[in-house]
C-alpha cells in the first residue's frame, strides 16, 4: 500500500504560479512512477504530468508543456507539480498517483493504482 497527500492547492489570478506537493509514504519504492492528474466539473479526468522516481524521466500533455514543471525529491519521497501562466482552463481538482507504468503508458490513469484526494486549484479570470 501506497499513501499519498496532495497539498498547495489554492485560488488564484490567471497569469498566476501555483506549486503542488505529493508526499508518499508506505510501500513507495523506486520502481514506481507519479503521475498528476486533473479533473475539472462535468469533465473526465485528464492526464497533466508523470515522472518516474529512478530515473526522473518526465513526460507531460500537451496543454501544460512549457508552463508546468514535474520534480521529485527522493530524500522527502515528495514530487511536486510547478504551474505557471495558469489560466480558467487549468482549474480543477489536482490529484497525484502511483504505479508502475511503462513509459509508453505512463499518460493513462488505468496504469496508476494508488490515488490521493486530491486539491483544489481555481484559477480566475
Known amino acids: 500500500q501506497v499513501q499519498l497527500a496532495e497539498s498547495g492547492g489554492s485560488l488564484v489570478q490567471a497569469g498566476g504560479s501555483l506549486k503542488l506537493s505529493c508526499v508518499a509514504s508506505?510501500?513507495?519504492?523506486?520502481?514506481?512512477?507519479v503521475g498528476w492528474f486533473r479533473q475539472a466539473p462535468g469533465k473526465e479526468r485528464e492526464f497533466v504530468a508523470a515522472i518516474r522516481r529512478s530515473s526522473g524521466y518526465k513526460v507531460y500533455a500537451d496543454s501544460v508543456k512549457g508552463r508546468f514543471t514535474i520534480s521529485r525529491d527522493n530524500a522527502k519521497n515528495t514530487v511536486y507539480l510547478e504551474m505557471n501562466s495558469l489560466t480558467p482552463e487549468d482549474t480543477a481538482l489536482y490529484f497525484c498517483?502511483?504505479?508502475?507504468?511503462?513509459?509508453?503508458?505512463?499518460?493513462?490513469?488505468?496504469?496508476?493504482?494508488?490515488w490521493g484526494q486530491g486539491t483544489q486549484v481555481t484559477v480566475s479570470s
Open positions: 498517483a502511483v504505479g508502475q507504468p511503462i513509459i509508453s503508458a505512463m499518460t493513462r490513469s488505468d496504469m496508476y493504482y494508488y
Open positions: 508506505g510501500s513507495y519504492s523506486s520502481s514506481h512512477a
